[in-house]
């Protein structure tokens, strides 16, 4: 075999198969330090396969760090998004308990108010059944001492419509004429009123045609008393249940105001579970994409691996050739001089010392190409147990979100039945009460029809019945007025209800 010529060389970065020969070693190559990664790459003149194999790999990182941080802004934006939406959705509950609890205190007012004229109308009563017995008095007493001549005395059969300021006379007035301020009463408590002058004459005439002793005629005034009482406890009664005809109208209307406040609740909640549903189903996308990357990840790591230690053994074999072909070389060289009897001459064993020395500097480069790639071997087992530990406290952290949106959708679900289950029940307690409802109402237009009847030709008290209906008509103009403000504040809740589903 040929010797190599003195001035050969080749680049020790070049090719990895066949070790590189001509380089003249000198006293800094074996004292200096080793250098670092990338003087090392500068130094060895790396292939273009190389270069391009770390150009994808950079690039691969590149993406694969774009693609985290796109996956946590998305994360980000998601948990804003739902914070914002709460936030709205607890100011807007709060409006409408505000508005809820300003229309039951309205509600409570107006009862009150009508608690105070039933009392009202009680005290009507009183003053004047008072004021029947004291014209009964008063005719007694006459009737006993008989009327003077050009003394006339005058009687009203209902105190008049409307409130008056009694004015100071002189001590002959007569004592009925107190009760001029007298407040109106109810339609119900006016008919009985009305009807009651009709049969006053007959009883007034029995005197005229049968005489009767003072006893009787005492008893008379007692049951006439007692019968005026029990009239006036009669409207009492009736008053009492119109108010409770109404309260119950009310308690209707609020639990209707209720149920669609309910309804709405119940829409707005399944469409909160239906976005929490749509969100961890976006999660859980998210868990299983990440997941899928880290695999990728995780495989294409072993596949370097295993591709770095196919290279290392390729290399190791490689050195075992140069240094068997190196050994025959020497073989074949001291042969040739012992058969030539010792031409071998001085400057023939300097080449081959330096070419050995070529040979021993080519395998500490590939030692230390090893080692490089052993250097970032670890570098990249460090990023992947990272990016492991990072995949495993995200999913950690996925488990229990998606563990408490499960707890917290069971809990609704429960409230739900529950809330179900007592709307039935409402609903089949409201309908009997509607029923006795309706039924009461049916009565009371049938005495109203009957009262509308029983306005004959005008006498004299058809004026106090005309005051009667215009007062009537003016506390329905009263009471559809506060129907239509409590309906306009129920159309501001709908409103708003309206805009909490739209949102």
Same mark, same amino acid.
């Given at each position: ?228 009482? %029990? *009239?006036? #406890? ?7 249940? =119109? !108010? @409770?005809?109404?309260?119950? $109208?009310?308690?209707? /209307? ?101 070419? %050995? *020395?070529? #040979? ?7 030692? =230390? !190409? @090893?080692?490089?790639?052993? $250097?970032?071997?670890? /570098? ?124």
């Amino acid at each position: 075999m040929a010797s190599p010529r003195p001035g050969s060389r080749r680049s020790p970065g070049r090719s990895t198969a066949t070790p590189p020969r001509g380089r003249t070693p000198t006293a800094d190559d074996d004292d200096s330090p080793i250098p670092s990664v990338n003087e090392r790459l500068g130094h060895l003149r790396p292939s273009r396969e190389l270069l391009e194999y770390y150009r994808k790999k950079i690039a691969e990182f590149d993406g694969d760090h774009e693609e985290m941080v796109r996956k946590l802004d998305q994360y980000k934006a998601t948990y804003e998004e739902q914070h914002k939406l709460g936030y709205e959705m607890r100011q807007r509950e709060d409006e409408i308990a505000e508005l809820q609890k300003a229309l039951s205190d309205m509600q409570v007012y107006l009862f009150q108010e009508r608690e105070h004229v039933l009392r009202l109308y009680s005290e009507n009563d009183r003053l004047k059944i008072r004021e029947l017995e004291d014209r009964k008095r008063i005719q007694h007493l006459l009737s006993l001492s008989g009327p003077e001549n050009g003394d006339i005395t005058y009687f009203h059969r209902e105190p008049p419509a409307k409130v008056t300021i009694p004015q100071r006379r002189s001590r002959q007035q007569h004592p009925h004429d107190g009760d001029e301020g007298v407040a109106l009463r109810p339609p119900a408590d006016r008919e009985a009123d009305v009807r009651r002058p009709q049969h006053r004459p007959a009883k007034a005439r029995k005197p005229a045609d049968k005489p009767t002793s003072p006893e009787t005629e005492a008893y008379q005034r007692d049951n006439e008393t007692l019968a005026l009482h %029990v *009239e006036a #406890l009669q409207a009492q009664l009736e008053e009492q249940t =119109r !108010l @409770a005809r109404e309260q119950a $109208e009310a308690l209707l /209307q609020d639990r209707q105001v209720r149920i669609e406040e309910q309804d709405a609740q119940r829409q707005r909640d399944a469409d909160r579970i239906k976005g929490l549903t749509d969100r961890l189903q976006k999660t859980q996308d998210l868990l299983y994409t990440s997941t899928k990357d880290y695999l990728e990840l995780k495989y294409e790591g072993r596949s370097d691996e295993r591709r770095w230690m196919a290279e290392k053994d390729r290399l190791l074999r490689e050195l075992d050739v140069a240094k068997d072909q190196l050994n025959i070389s020497r073989e074949k060289t001291i042969l040739e001089v012992s058969e030539e009897g010792g031409e071998v001459t001085w400057q023939a064993r300097e080449q081959h010392r330096i070419e %050995v *020395e070529t #040979l021993k500097q080519s395998v500490s480069q590939a030692q =230390r !190409l @090893a080692e490089m790639y052993r $250097e970032q071997v670890i /570098q990249l087992e460090d990023q992947l147990s990272k990016i492991r530990e990072e995949g495993d406290v995200s999913k950690e952290i996925f488990q229990d979100r998606t563990t408490k949106m499960s707890k917290r959708v069971q809990l609704m679900n429960q409230r739900y039945e529950a809330l179900e289950r007592r709307r039935a029940m409402e609903v089949e307690g409201f309908k009997n009460d509607i029923k006795m409802l309706r039924g009461r109402l049916k009565d009371v237009e049938k005495q109203l029809y009957r009262v509308t009847l029983g306005m004959g030709e005008p006498t004299p008290g058809d004026e106090f019945d005309m005051e009667i209906l215009h007062n009537v008509r003016k506390t329905a103009g009263r009471s559809k007025k506060i129907v239509g403000e409590i309906k306009h504040l129920k159309a501001k809740i709908y409103g708003l209800e309206n805009d909490l589903r739209k949102m």
